[in-house]
């Protein structure tokens, strides 16, 4: 394999942190990167104010790579938004994410976790089943820039199995 197949490899540990404002244009660009409808500059200083909006960044060797949203209204939990940056997915880190952010969720009071996703989102529909959500209802032309249908899913963390 060519050294150059290498180079974007993940070589250390990422760390997750809570997002400062310091790191709204890292996460812009990450928007722009991952999204053809990205949240703004402002939108992201925004979520970042609000007083039931936690965000966590993923940081590699002083970079963020990648980033992800949790809305907190009372005991639920709404995922508003992951994503990694293009050349450092496939390798955990939106997995880190989730979990870091479901975590936190569990600790302040969380009792069900919902988000929704694009319908051809495979990649991040796997990532949510693996943690634990399912798919709740279909939300027709839920998305724009393309238009297309979601997937409300849902997670219990506290179900219990019977
Ligand atoms: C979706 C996203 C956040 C996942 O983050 P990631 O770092 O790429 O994913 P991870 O490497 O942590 O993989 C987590 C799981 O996702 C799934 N996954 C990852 N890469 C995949 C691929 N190429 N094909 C299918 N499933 C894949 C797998 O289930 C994987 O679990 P496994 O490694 O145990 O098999 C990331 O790909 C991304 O930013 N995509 C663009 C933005 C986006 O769509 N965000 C979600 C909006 S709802």
Request: proline share 4%; glycine share 10%.
């Amino acid at each position: 394999m060519a050294v150059q197949d290498n180079a974007d490899l993940i070589a250390g540990p990422v760390q997750l942190r809570q997002a400062v404002t310091g790191d709204v244009n890292a996460i812009a660009r990450i928007e722009t990167a991952c999204f053809g409808d990205p949240w703004s500059v402002q939108g992201i200083e925004d979520a970042l104010t609000y007083s039931y909006s936690t965000m966590l960044t993923a940081v590699l060797g002083g970079d963020i790579v990648g980033f992800a949203c949790l809305y907190q209204m009372v005991d639920e939990g709404e995922i508003v938004q992951v994503a990694v940056t293009p050349k450092f997915q496939g390798q955990g880190i939106g997995r880190q994410l989730l979990g870091g952010l479901i975590r936190h969720g569990i600790e302040h009071g969380v009792t069900r976790f919902i988000l929704d996703v694009r319908v051809s989102n495979d990649r991040a529909v796997k990532l949510y089943e693996k943690a634990g959500f399912k798919k709740l209802a279909l939300q027709k032309n839920f998305y724009s820039q393309p238009t297309e249908d979601g997937w409300l899913m849902e997670m219990l963390p506290q179900a219990p199995a019977l």
